[in-house]
């Protein structure tokens, strides 16, 4: 198992490039202090260099000073281990590497030099604490090493040269990044939709609303809202088979287009000014509750959070309340923690509606108000 100690193995020079149709790279990996990481590693335990890129993939290069099994004792180990996190992606990667002990002045020592064919298959992985590496038990005895030229003031250094074909480095960078030779668009079923709604063709369903007619697709409308299922195909559905036209009371014009805009394409107009989109999206928000579209109950209700302000903050508190809306009714009791929010509301008349229509969120605003009060003055104290 890996073991991690001060660093010992150290990257000098890390380079890679393509030639004819093959990546290449290479990694020198310096062993400095051999005789301290041999005393502090026992038999079977490793220390790794720095990860480095070869291919698109992510690799580093396991070092075993005291053997990696018993049949290897005596010997030095080295692997090369390819990354689970970053390399593991695709299927396969293929490489040719070759480990070499390089002499004083740079250069490879032929008769430690060892060169394999490397496939690392993603089934191999068992998990991210076991990774995939592939090199040479027997690298060469320590008797080898310790008693050559190589070994100069405790310290030498191995070169790890790796070929991967080019055309496996490119599925695998495909892979690994999530590329496909097929892109497919975003969905576009709401434009669709809202076409359908605009041109009315296939209309089978007619609304008054305000003096205003609206044609739409009951089947649409049912599908997206319990209360239209039960108007226009449950029960309810023998109480408008007398008329063609469904009258809907106590709803704006405006207010109902958006409603229908919303079932057809999920998002509201988008031609709204900051002001229209305050006042609709109040409306909307009763309409939503009327009719169980809890999406744009919801919706409706993120958006007033952004218009809170002291002239509206009374009404909209109203509302949150009569419409068990959690998340707006939080954000305006939040709007008025300020001592100088709270007074210049209390002086508008909105202040007044909020106490006649729903006097208990006054007791939720002085609980509110009591909590930061003790909240402040207790980080006072301390």
Not at 51 to 58: L, R
Not at 72 to 97: P, T
Not at 151 to 174: G, M, P, V, Y
Request: proline fraction near 4%; hydrophobic fraction near 40%; include cysteine.
């Amino acid at each position: 198992m890996p073991t991690h100690l001060p660093p010992p193995c150290a990257t000098s020079d890390a380079r890679s490039a393509i030639i004819g149709g093959e990546v290449t790279g290479h990694h020198i990996l310096d062993i400095e202090g051999y005789s301290h990481i041999k005393e502090q590693l026992r038999h079977g335990d490793s220390t790794t260099s720095l990860p480095f890129t070869v291919g698109g993939c992510s690799w580093y290069i396991s070092y075993y000073p005291n053997g990696c099994r018993h049949s290897a004792d005596g010997f030095i180990g080295i692997f090369l281990c390819l990354e689970r996190s970053r390399g593991a992606a695709a299927a396969c990667v293929k490489a040719r590497v070759k480990f070499s002990l390089l002499d004083r002045a740079g250069k490879p020592v032929p008769s430690h030099s060892h060169t394999t064919v490397l496939i690392f298959d993603d089934k191999i992985f068992v998990s991210a604490d076991y990774p995939c590496c592939f090199g040479f038990a027997e690298f060469m005895r320590r008797a080898d090493l310790e008693k050559s030229e190589h070994l100069k003031d405790d310290s030498f250094t191995i070169r790890c040269d790796i070929t991967i074909a080019n055309k496996l480095c490119k599925e695998r960078r495909r892979a690994a990044y999530g590329l496909t030779l097929v892109k497919v668009p975003p969905s576009d079923l709401h434009h669709h939709l809202g076409e359908l709604l605009a041109s009315k063709q296939g209309a089978d369903v007619t609304f008054r609303v305000a003096g205003e007619t609206f044609r739409a697709h009951r089947y649409i409308l049912a599908s997206r809202s319990p209360v239209f299922q039960a108007e226009l195909l449950g029960p309810m559905r023998e109480s408008h088979a007398a008329s063609s036209v469904v009258e809907v009371q106590d709803m704006e014009a405006q207010v109902f287009q958006a409603l229908l805009e919303f079932v057809y394409t999920d998002a509201l107009p988008q031609d709204m000014t900051r002001e229209e989109e305050a006042v609709i999206c109040q409306h909307l928000l009763v309409a939503a509750d009327r009719y169980s579209m809890e999406r744009l109950k919801l919706v409706c209700e993120d958006r007033l959070c952004r218009h809170i302000k002291v002239a509206s903050v009374a009404t909209t508190l109203a509302l949150a309340e009569q419409h068990r809306c959690r998340g707006l009714k939080e954000a305006c009791l939040q709007f008025l923690e300020s001592p100088a929010v709270l007074n210049a509301v209390a002086a508008d008349e909105g202040f007044d509606y909020l106490a006649n229509t729903c006097p208990s969120v006054l007791k939720d605003l002085i609980l509110k108000l009591t909590d930061c009060h003790l909240d402040l003055w207790g980080k006072q104290v301390s």
